[in-house]
């Protein structure tokens, strides 16, 4: 219901975005979830706030907008957002690597890294070593994740 709003309204964008960063308890949980949803069904009313979302990505706290921001992350047009790729694949890795990250914030920095791998194939070498360990050690959940995810990489370098 509020995206529906926010897409008649789109100034009032700016206020559920500053309500999400703020990271205040639930307002956050239910503000990053709409910014989410923003980003994904209207970019058009996102893209503003793009560039700050990714400078705040090392400074968030708050696990429902680290989830929901790597979620963005997963499906937004970085095409043009070249001057950021270093803090995205930084932050992604940061995030998939902790342990004591939610699931799904793991997950999704995942692939977000995934994204990146046919700009910046440098990356590969530590992006399998990564997948491999939490193949190893993590929940099983994103470990069987992490499985899949090496053998289509696997398959890709092959291909």
């Known amino acids: 219901m509020a995206v529906d709003i926010i897409r008649q309204q789109p100034a009032l964008f700016s206020d559920a975005y500053r309500l999400c960063m703020a990271q205040q ?27 700050d979302m990714v400078h705040s990505l090392h400074t968030l706290s708050h696990s429902s907008v680290k989830r929901c921001t790597m979620k963005v992350l997963t499906f937004y047009d970085l095409t043009d957002e070249e001057e950021l790729h270093g803090l995205i694949i930084d932050a992604a890795f940061l995030r998939m690597n902790d342990p004591g990250e939610d699931v799904a914030t793991r997950a999704y920095a995942i692939m977000v890294i995934r994204r990146f791998l046919h700009i910046y194939p440098e990356i590969t070498g530590e992006y399998i070593a990564a997948l491999k360990f939490i193949t190893a050690n993590a929940k099983e959940t994103l470990s069987n994740y992490a499985e899949k995810v090496l053998m289509d990489v696997d398959r890709d370098a092959v291909s």
């Not at 308890?25 to 970019?43: D, F, I, N, S």
């Open 25 to 51: 308890g639930t307002m956050a949980l239910r503000t990053a979830r709409v910014v989410q949803l923003v980003a994904e069904e209207h970019p058009g009313i996102f893209r503003p706030y793009f560039t």
